[in-house]
């Protein structure tokens, strides 16, 4: 079987899907690797190091022409999905619940769909193959690096002849895996650090950590299910959103990263709250989308500077900002999975298996995944869409 590692196309995306060294785990199973020549050159892979990992490095034309997967971190190109063919297979980060319409196109071109992002994440045997995780470690580490560098101050109390600096005070508000690393990180920086979430369990983990866990008491318990939060009802949301502004006015820097699956991501941080701020503080929203994130007027991929002087980062894409350490854990979690598809050299497809029926997204030319099979209507998903349609 034939892997092929694509070079990334979109703006700003610098990761590469595969390193040099899995090439040598991936060999036993009967995989040879193509890599698009100048895929790993933006993470600092040149062609020459996987040439001598054993890949054969090819043209884009060559790559499609000859592979039997297609190796992504992110969604392909139109002109990509124009050259992928029957009997071909992509795996990637493909975010299908986000764009259902490219499963259902792929699909109609007779390609499997294997998408990391739909993983069993409890499952323990899933673990070395979960993506979002690696790449929201990668987010919360950089997210505190950006955040320092906006911030006039030092995060570190230091104690010089010229004077006593008191360390920045840090709120992480979300404390999943990028909330708990953005902890982590901005404590080894020497900051004073405070967290904030919707599931109790997490007070454990953030104190821990050595960092205060911020209880509400106008808002109690939103876990939800799989270890997520559920969507707060409107009036728990305003009265988070009060009860947090006083918390925030106190912060110097304030992390946001909170996410519910399938939904907007929750505003935290109201225009209220970023008014009651000092001069010179900073946000680094993580939730910044197109669609609006958790803090009032960010917006992804811009730094914008209120009127009262605080620095909002919409953080857009902060995996692809560390590209060397984000594709090494990539790179683990997709040969991970690579690895457990294939048997005797080649694609074993089997929707009765835990983690297949998780990510494999569209199979023999049908959408097989009821989850996105469900968010496509009739008209658009055409003859080949399974599962319900309303
Ligand atoms: P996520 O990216 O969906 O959300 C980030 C955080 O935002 C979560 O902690 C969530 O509770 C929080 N949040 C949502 N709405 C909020 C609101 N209104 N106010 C405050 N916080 C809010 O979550 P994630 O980081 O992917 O992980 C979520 C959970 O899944 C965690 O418990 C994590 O430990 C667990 N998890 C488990 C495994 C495993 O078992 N192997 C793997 C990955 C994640």
């Not at 811009?302 to 995996?319: K, M, Q, R, Y």
Request: aromatic share 2%; glycine share 12%; no cysteine.
């Amino acid at each position: 079987m034939k892997a092929a590692v694509v070079k990334e196309t979109s703006p700003g995306e610098r990761r590469v899907a595969l390193v040099p060294d899995a090439i040598a785990r991936l060999r036993p199973a009967g995989i040879d690797v193509l890599v698009e020549s100048g895929a790993g050159e933006a993470a600092w892979l040149p062609d020459a190091v996987y040439a001598d990992a054993g890949a054969s490095i090819v043209s884009a034309a060559e790559l499609y022409q000859a592979a039997d997967v297609i190796l992504t971190v992110t969604k392909p190109s139109a002109a990509a999905v124009n050259e992928l063919r029957k009997g071909q297979a992509i795996i990637g980060m493909l975010a299908p619940l986000a764009d259902p319409d490219l499963a259902a196109t792929l699909a109609a071109r007779g390609v499997t769909v294997i998408s990391l992002d739909g993983l069993p994440r409890t499952l323990s045997r899933a673990q070395p193959m979960d993506a979002l995780t690696s790449q929201s470690n990668v987010a919360g580490y950089k997210a505190v690096l950006v955040a320092a560098s906006e911030f006039g101050r030092f995060f570190p109390l230091l104690i010089t002849a010229a004077g006593t600096a008191r360390p920045a005070k840090v709120l992480v508000l979300g404390t999943g895996v990028a909330g708990l690393q953005a902890i982590g990180t901005a404590r080894r920086l020497g900051a004073v650090v405070s967290g904030y979430d919707v599931r109790p369990s997490s007070k454990d983990e953030v104190e821990s950590l050595g960092a205060t866990f911020v209880e509400l008491t106008s808002v109690g318990s939103a876990a939800g299910e799989g270890g997520y939060a559920r969507e707060l009802t409107a009036e728990e949301r305003q009265a988070q959103q009060d009860e947090l502004t006083g918390h925030i006015a106190r912060h110097d820097v304030v992390i946001t990263t909170a996410q519910v699956p399938g939904r907007r991501p929750p505003l935290l941080v109201t225009e209220d709250a970023i008014k009651a701020m000092t001069p010179g503080s900073v946000i680094v929203d993580m939730g910044a989308s197109a669609l609006g994130g958790n803090v009032t007027g960010s917006r992804p991929g811009e730094t914008v500077v209120t009127g009262n002087g605080v620095t909002i980062v919409g953080a857009d894409n902060l995996p692809a900002t560390v590209p060397t350490a984000a594709s090494n854990a990539y790179s683990r979690n997709i040969s991970a999975l690579l690895l457990h598809l294939t048997r005797d050299g080649a694609l074993a497809i089997d929707p009765g298996d835990e983690i297949q029926a998780g990510v494999v997204i569209a199979h023999d030319g049908k959408v097989v995944h009821p989850g996105v099979a469900g968010l496509l209507l009739p008209a658009e998903g055409g003859a080949g869409v399974d599962g319900p349609s309303d």
